[in-house]
């Protein structure tokens, strides 16, 4: 199993450009997320996916839309890129909680992808 | 709502010897506690997690973590540090608000070994 892949790993934008990211995951995972890591303020989660077709908003959710057609991807979408979102964007899965373990929640991460907005 | 503090950006410690990240958690009824290492240009690794039960928890690579309810602390250890130990370590705790398995970090700590 490859676990959770990003594509791509760097990118360089410029101001008002878009781009996707994609999430792949091989584990049958229904629940997805994606992060961003910023220095001193830990992940904060951006949106999250609890299963194929739905999407919510997480924390930081501004300038940044995603969508869940297959159950095995998550793609996060910037469609006019600022510096601020500048940062190193992570994508995580989990089972849902009630297959398997009682309690599971413990997530996978991708490899990120460091994202520069000039 | 549930958070949780690394009070320290940074540990610096000797190999060999005992090493201690601290955790600090704040949540409404029983906490879902993690650890999570990320080594450079990685992505995060589940190190360990306190659901229930006892409250020293043994994870991988030699690391555990000591859950005190009445210091609402997770406090990661080793008794003995090796250089490859050094990474940034992630405390988070589950978003009990979430029904879907949310989880919120912690900024993170910076772990360094010196040989």
């Known amino acids: 199993n490859a676990g959770v892949t990003q594509t791509p790993k760097f990118r360089v934008l410029k101001t008002g450009q878009s781009m996707t990211l994609l999430c792949a995951q091989d584990?049958?995972?229904?629940?997805m997320y994606w992060y961003r890591q910023d220095p001193g303020m830990g992940l904060r989660l951006i949106h999250y996916?609890?299963?194929?077709?739905?999407?919510a908003k997480g924390e930081v959710p501004d300038g940044y839309n995603v969508s869940r057609l297959k159950k095995q991807n998550f793609l996060l979408g910037l469609e006019s890129a600022a510096p601020s979102q500048t940062s190193v964007y992570f994508c995580a899965s989990t089972r849902h909680p009630l297959r398997g373990n009682k309690v599971t929640d413990t997530q996978y991460f991708g490899p990120g992808t460091r994202l520069t907005v000039l | 709502a549930q958070s949780v503090a690394q009070p320290e950006d940074q540990v610096n410690v000797a190999e060999g010897n005992p090493l201690t990240v601290k955790c600090t958690y704040s949540v409404s009824g029983n906490p879902y506690l993690f650890w999570y290492v990320q080594y450079p240009n990685r992505g995060l690794q589940f190190l360990l997690k306190?659901?229930?039960?006892?409250?020293l928890v043994k994870g991988s690579y030699g690391f555990e973590a000591e859950f005190n309810k009445s210091q609402t602390s997770f406090h990661l250890k080793k008794p003995s540090a090796l250089v490859s130990d050094s990474a940034l370590y992630f405390c988070a705790v589950r978003d009990i608000d979430s029904s879907a398995s949310k989880i919120i970090f912690g900024s993170g700590t910076r772990l360094s070994i010196r040989p």
């Open positions: 996916s609890v299963g194929e077709g739905t999407t």
């Open positions: 306190y659901i229930t039960g006892d409250n």
């Open positions: 584990m049958n995972h229904e629940y």
